[in-house]
């Protein structure tokens, strides 16, 4: 079989002609996507965040309503493919969940009251790389433990959410927020009543503001407004 | 009594007796003291293939009888080159013998009823005048066939002494185990695991030889105070992989505390089953069953809990509607059918259960104006809907009335309240 090198000089020219083509349609060709944001398959949210939610980092969701609205949305669209942890300290609402198209049968639901279990369980889940996010409540926690975790989330390609309860105290974010690569601060908004008062009188849905308040990827100080529909 | 064996065809030995015989697959493993090679035809009827077996066919029947004698007394045994002729042998008499070479002959004046005919085709080659096995045998292939349809082709063959149904050795039971005892004792957590690492190398390498895969291995740990402790480790899919079946078993002895020093391990592969691992391409970030399984052990073993997995179901009352089951991980299914699952754009509000909490409650033309909590200061009812009535248990003692309402406080918090009896409770707040 001939060379290239010992082809006649006017098929040797064509055939570096070819190879170049070649390595410039290889340049030019899409390179597989590794996955570096899970979407929230909310597109206020992900416009703002710019795609997403950073894999591989701990993200905090806080503020008095909406947190758990969002978090859910992450659930569903995680599950699609993977596997999804809740560390539930036993407010979960499992028919909810499904509703906003999580899938069930692929949620670990880990049941830890302590704050020492939380950690403990968010650590093992994190370091298994089992689920692609882990959800947890926010326990009292040392700023170590949180960096710890983080720099676990790291190194997994885990996106571990942690969820704070409403009003929660400076003293419980403080030591969260320095470790959390993206924190999320989420309010309710304008709310919707459909029919008069009573019992023809529902509640449609409202709208969940969500604000960047740290963001080491992008700049901060963006907001989202999203619709929560009850129906 | 010339056998049938001119070295390349079967020598079936039958055993035919009654299909009601409750220590079938007992009798089958007894049979294998006569011949390695055994056909499980259905309860009650079994071949074992003689062929290059010593002895002659009077001792054989005479090592099977005394084999079978525990569990059947009254089994008719037979001798022939095929099923048929054996099955049929066995029928004429016990130790009947079908010699080879002659068995169209053999078969020729038996009653047509011998060659398990469907009893509609039976009747009407009866009504045709064949009533015997020779009389079918001498019909044209041909037509034959063609007017009792493709089943009658293997019912001529019989008859002309030629049964195609093969024969098919039983698979036996395969038992993959190793162990680890008398080589001293351990309290060092490091030495138990290499040791299970060497048993499992082991397992692994039986396993691969079988052609199998274990789907849960059962730990053994004799300690030296006599006593031991059984572990039934699940394997999330089954596998023959040492590495997965060494991280759940470390998995499942977290947290574990022995009584004394371990001086014996044994490991025993379950759930055989047969051919090789399905691996999924260009997953990486898919759904993994046996990561899960991990996970799921490490957490238990640390917890003491296990983890749990979220069903709903149709109820009417709001605790009711779901229920929580032991989480099994779910086998991995083709991404096409993930992908086709469509997730709606907009929130759903969450409802976050709280403990059941008694509260106290102002209402203004029947319905709620405020809310007091021990927790918090009163909080005024902005938007309120419902109620909605709830009822269970009308039928028996335990009938229960409540009035729901979600309501808008003005602090913003808009929550689950209902009404039961003269008392008002607090359920949960939607996130």
Not at chain 1, 9 to 27: I, M, V, Y
Not at chain 1, 179 to 205: D, F, Q, S
Not at chain 2, 197 to 217: F, H, M, P, Q, Y
Request: glycine share 8%; with cysteine.
């Amino acid at each position: 079989m001939a060379t290239p090198t010992q082809l006649p000089p006017s098929r040797h020219t064509a055939f570096a002609a070819l190879k170049a083509g070649l390595d410039n349609a290889a340049l030019a060709a899409p390179r597989p996507r590794i996955e570096s944001k899970i979407p929230s398959s909310v597109p206020a949210l992900d416009r703002v965040l710019g795609g997403g939610f950073p894999t591989g980092s701990l993200v905090t969701l806080e503020g008095p309503a909406g947190r758990w609205s969002i978090a859910a949305s992450l659930v569903a669209s995680v599950t699609r493919r993977s596997a999804a942890a809740i560390v539930d300290d036993g407010a979960l609402y499992p028919p909810d969940l499904a509703r906003s198209g999580a899938r069930l049968e692929r949620v670990l639901v880990v049941l830890a009251q302590s704050s020492l279990a939380i950690a403990r369980a968010a650590d093992v889940l994190v370091r298994s790389k089992a689920c692609r996010l882990v959800l947890v409540p926010v326990p009292e926690l040392r700023a170590a433990v949180w960096v710890r975790l983080a720099g676990l989330a790291h190194r997994t390609g885990i996106l571990l959410v942690a969820v704070a309860p409403p009003h929660a105290p400076s003293a419980l974010i403080a030591p969260l927020a320095a470790a959390a690569a993206l924190r999320l601060y989420c309010t309710r908004g304008r709310l919707e009543i459909v029919g008069k008062r009573g019992v023809w009188c529902t509640i449609g849905g409202y709208d969940v503001c969500a604000e960047i308040r740290k963001n080491r990827n992008a700049a901060t100080e963006q907001r989202a407004v999203a619709r929560a529909a009850v129906c | 009594m010339q056998l049938p064996n001119n070295g390349r065809s079967h020598v079936l030995l039958c055993v035919s007796a009654s299909a009601e015989i409750p220590s079938w697959e007992e009798l089958l493993d007894a049979l294998d003291a006569v011949s390695p090679l055994v056909d499980d035809a259905r309860p009650g009827l079994a071949f074992a293939d003689m062929r290059g077996s010593p002895g002659t066919p009077a001792e054989w029947m005479q090592r099977t009888r005394e084999a079978i004698a525990p569990f059947v007394l009254d089994a008719r045994l037979g001798i022939g080159s095929n099923k048929t002729c054996a099955r049929t042998a066995s029928h004429l008499g016990d130790g009947t013998i079908c010699p080879a070479g002659s068995e169209r002959s053999f078969l020729a004046p038996l009653s047509l009823a011998l060659l398990e005919i469907d009893p509609k085709a039976l009747e009407r080659l009866r009504l045709l005048g064949v009533e015997r096995i020779g009389d079918l045998a001498r019909l044209p292939h041909g037509p034959f066939v063609r007017r009792f349809g493709p089943q009658a082709a293997r019912w001529h063959a019989c008859a002309c002494g030629r049964d195609p149904a093969p024969f098919v050795p039983r698979g036996h039971c395969v038992a993959i185990e190793a162990s680890m005892f008398g080589e001293g004792r351990t309290d060092d957590e490091a030495q138990v695991i290499f040791a299970l690492r060497v048993l499992l190398s082991r397992i692994c390498a039986d396993l691969e030889r079988c052609g199998k895969r274990a789907g849960s291995l059962q730990l053994d740990v004799e300690l030296e105070d006599a006593g031991t402790q059984n572990f039934d480790v699940v394997l999330a899919s089954p596998t023959g992989r040492e590495r997965d079946m060494l991280d759940v078993v470390r998995a499942k002895l977290e947290g574990v505390r022995f009584e004394a020093p371990i001086v014996g391990l044994r490991v025993r592969a379950a759930r055989l089953e047969e051919g090789g691992e399905k691996v999924a391409l260009f997953a990486g970030g898919d759904f993994d069953p046996q990561a899960i399984a991990v996970a799921i052990s490490r957490l238990e073993a640390m917890l003491g809990e296990p983890v749990r997995q979220a069903r709903t179901r149709s109820a009417h009352v709001l605790e009711e509607r779901f229920v929580y089951d032991r989480y099994v991980p779910p086998k991995r299914e083709p991404i096409h059918e993930e992908r086709s699952q469509t997730v709606c754009d907009t929130l759903i509000p969450q409802l976050r259960l709280m403990s059941v909490t008694e509260i106290g409650v102002r209402v203004r033309n029947g319905e709620p104006a405020a809310v007091t909590s021990d927790a918090k200061p009163p909080r005024a009812v902005v938007e309120c809907s419902g109620p909605w009535r709830v009822e269970i248990g009308w039928f028996s003692d335990a009938y229960v009335v409540r009035d729901e309402y979600d309501v808008l406080l003005d602090d913003g918090e808009l929550c689950r309240i209902y009404r039961q009896g003269a008392q008002w409770y607090l359920r949960g707040s939607y996130d």
